[in-house]
């Protein structure tokens, strides 16, 4: 019987060096710089969490984007922010991150709630962006985490998705998973283009100029 056991010890202890090496290839921390891939905007494509209690608070949610870009200030990195909530309700806001290292630490205010994260971040596909999300109680308890996959258009290969759901596994996140939808709120951000005024004295755009230029000899067609 401890023969038996010895030899099952040893299977084991086998089975986890072999897959220490696969997880340490497959989960490579990034350092935050002004280097770092991170910045720009990104759409979020698939998710994943720790613990069953965090799953209802990512489901209430239709589409998610952010955009990152690195602040004048040393050190921190501002976060605009925009959710679609499954009411077709946007959200949007924008948060400054304080970097260390290979961590981030940001605090969010919405709707007058404040919430806390560490956010770490790590090697991942081109055009990608793949994030650890740590959310903090207020008496600095952690709440659980949550594994983002975010891509610049929303779509993601196949076989990108299958290397984060090994990723997810050697993190220790839960097999299950939210998928973002493409239905995304609007930038507040960018200003509405002003309407040009149009006067007898002023010239006509090319457009419309050619446009007119052709009701002299055709039929226009409809649009």
């Not at 200030?73 to 679609?84: E, F, K, S």
């Not at 400054?96 to 991942?124: C, L, P, Q, R, V």
């Not at 998973?177 to 283009?193: I, V």
Request: some cysteine; charged content about 25%.
């Amino acid at each position: 019987m401890a023969a038996q056991l010895a030899v099952a010890l040893l299977a084991l202890t086998s089975l986890c060096v072999a897959s220490q090496p696969h997880c340490d290839e497959l989960v490579k921390p990034l350092v935050l710089d002004s280097h770092s891939p991170i910045y720009g905007k990104w759409v979020l494509h698939v998710g994943s969490w720790d613990k069953p209690g965090l799953k209802n608070d990512l489901m209430t949610l239709n589409s998610s984007w952010v955009d990152l870009s690195a602040s004048t200030d040393n050190g921190v990195m501002t976060i605009y922010w925009a959710d679609r909530l499954n009411d077709d309700k946007c959200l949007q806001g924008v948060a400054n991150a304080t970097i260390s290292g290979m961590t981030s630490h940001t605090t969010f205010n919405i709707n007058g709630h404040t919430s806390y994260h560490d956010g770490k971040y790590y090697e991942t596909c081109a055009e990608c962006l793949l994030s650890e999300d740590t959310t903090l109680l207020p008496d600095g308890e952690t709440k659980g985490r949550y594994f983002f996959l975010f891509t610049r258009t929303g779509g993601l290969e196949p076989s990108e998705l299958e290397k984060f759901k090994k990723q997810a596994e050697c993190l220790k996140f839960l097999p299950e998973y939210y998928y973002g939808g493409k239905d995304l709120c609007e930038d507040d951000r960018e200003p509405a283009q002003p309407t040009e005024e149009v006067t007898e004295d002023s010239p006509e755009p090319p457009v419309a100029a050619a446009a007119e230029e052709d009701e002299k000899t055709t039929v226009p067609e409809a649009k």
